[in-house]
Nanobody
Framework: VQLQASGGGLVQAGGSLRLSCAGSRRTFDPLVMGWFRQAPGNEREFVAAINWNGAVTYYSDSVRGRFTVSRVGYKNAIYLQMNSLKVEDTAVYHC???????????????WGQGTQVTVSS
């Protein structure tokens, strides 16, 4: 499984950004996919996840109501719409994937490279 994230950048507090992640694998099985982030000096933390058909989503308390994770049908491609961004949202955001909904929030099997999100005050 390969994951490619994009869409990071610099934005002012209160602004919006949209991250994208495209996944590929040798089979046609849809992946459970999600986002984690890691700020300097902090541990990597779960942000959001979505199940294989988009019917189930999970969010951390810190982003619920501001971020929205979505996917395109059964494709292994997801988005993270981030609104009302705060300075504390600054981090490297990583796309992650797994075959299990139980694992995606804690220990996903597959990781992509990160994309930097910087929110200025």
């Amino acid at each position: 499984v390969q994951l490619q994230a994009s869409g990071g950048g610099l934005v002012q507090a209160g602004g919006s950004l949209r991250l994208s992640c495209a996944g590929s694998r040798r089979t046609f099985d849809p992946l459970v996919m999600g986002w984690f982030r890691q700020a300097p000096g902090n541990e990597r933390e779960f942000v959001a996840a979505i199940n294989w058909n988009g019917a189930v989503t999970y969010y951390s308390d810190s982003v619920r109501g501001r971020f929205t994770v979505s996917r395109v049908g059964y494709k292994n491609a997801i988005y993270l719409q981030m609104n009302s961004l705060k300075v504390e949202d600054t981090a490297v955001y990583h796309c992650a994937a797994d075959d299990s909904l139980e694992s995606i929030r804690t220990k996903p099997a597959f990781w992509g490279q990160g994309t930097q999100v910087t929110v200025s005050s």
